[in-house]
């Protein structure tokens, strides 16, 4: 029985093999599968097997049946939803649509770049909240109700007296709410200010705070940390200058400039004309301020910057417009 199922199997397979029409199937399922089937006739002889084998014939015969059935709808398939597959026109073989990776924005990618140098000068990077009250992004600030620096740091007003941060400089007294000096640290993040948009300026936009505070600090460390700063960023041949600048916030204040290193020093529409770039704002941090941040400014002294992160980013790239930095275009960002 054993080689009458064997044989049956095969001969099976080899006339499946060769049906080409769908209506061949039917005759095939009759002649093998069906009542009077040549399977059911083999299947009859099951009784005649010794006892002892039954059971393992009995599975054989299953096996062989399972085999033909299976055969027969895979043939089935073929026959009927070939020539669909065919038509719809799907090329199996063809590769599929890449749909490219992403990658970090060319700012975080920046921002990351300046966190990295000043952790390696032991900074420590905090945050604060974009929506700020006005005690924080002003008045602990130096900058009362009235005070006409607040035009310069013009912002939105949201509901409750809160504001949109216009600097990250209150990330400052936020953070010595929890630490006592000494400290050493940045905090990057979003500001906003009510601009009209051009070339250089945007609604909202990026910047990193850097406080230090602890005994005896001078602003000879506040130079020299800031000048080690853009060396690593624009490479070791910088040349910088200060220059005296106000903000309400530090006593003195000062700009720091960059040589322009497209013309170096020469003047060139980059610079415009000047050979030099401004870079950021800094100062050493005004008694007032530091008393409101809960330090002794007889104990202690200390000096702040803002990093402009976008404007740094921008002369790092060569880029001339900082609406791309927020276009999404995918033209640009692709550059980076
Ligand atoms: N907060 C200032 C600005 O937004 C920058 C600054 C920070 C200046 C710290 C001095 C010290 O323009």
Redesign the pocket.
Known sequence: MRDELEQLKKQALTELEQIKQPEQLKDFEINYLGRKGKLTSVLKQLKDVPKIDRPAMGSLANETKQGIIQSLELKKTQLVQGPKLAMSAIEATWPGRDFGLGHLHPITQFLNKVQDIFMSMGFEVVEGPEVETQKFNFDLLNIPKNHPARD??DTFYVEGGLLMR????PV?LRAMKKSKPPVRLIAPGR?FRNEATDAGHETNFY?C??LVIDKCITVANLISTLESFLKQVFGQNVKIRVRPEY?P??EP?LDVDMQCLICGGSGCSVCKQRGWLEM????MVHPTVLKNMGVDPAKYSGF???LGIDRLMMLYHSINDIRFSYSGDSRFLEQF
């Open positions: 310069a740091w216009t600097h990250t400089s400052q500001v910047q705070e850097g903000y916030f530090v204040g950021l704002g800094s100062g702040a910057f803002g």
